[in-house]
């Protein structure tokens, strides 16, 4: 069993920054296409940042120049540096990576996502 745990959540006031860590645990061989997603109260799960397979990485047009996605392969650790934040970024904050990991003499794969972290966003 594998697992992916967001923190670094919390109340933060307009035009402050958080930054939020996506920690994976488990007896992982890989985290892959670790990418960061936000969802409100009656709206559908939106992308905020993600890394590509190649290492690139892709921004939701409301992130570019505000959020930073970054990862420490060696600690299987994901980052989301947000700066300039608005009270519309208020959400939960999602982390989602396809994590391999060894189960028995296999190598398998899971579409693992975290419990999310509540970010908001007042004065």
């Known amino acids: 069993q594998v697992y992916l745990k967001e923190s670094g959540g919390g109340l933060v006031q307009p035009g402050g920054s958080l930054r939020l860590s996506c920690a994976a645990s488990?007896?992982?061989?890989?985290?892959?296409?670790l990418g960061w997603y936000r969802q409100t109260p009656g709206k559908q799960r939106e992308l905020v940042a993600r890394?590509?397979?190649?290492?690139?990485?892709v921004n939701a047009d409301f992130a570019t120049g505000r959020f930073t996605i970054s990862r420490d392969i060696a600690k299987n650790t994901g980052y989301l540096q947000m700066n300039s934040l608005k009270p519309e970024d208020t959400a939960v904050y999602y982390c989602?990576?396809?994590?391999?990991?060894?189960?028995?003499?296999?190598?398998?794969?899971?579409?693992?996502w975290g419990q999310g972290t509540q970010v908001t966003v007042a004065s």
């Open positions: 989602n990576a396809d994590i391999q990991y060894y189960s028995g003499s296999f190598i398998r794969n899971h579409d693992t």
């Open positions: 488990g007896a992982i061989f890989s985290v892959n296409g």
């Open positions: 890394f590509t397979d190649s290492g690139n990485t």
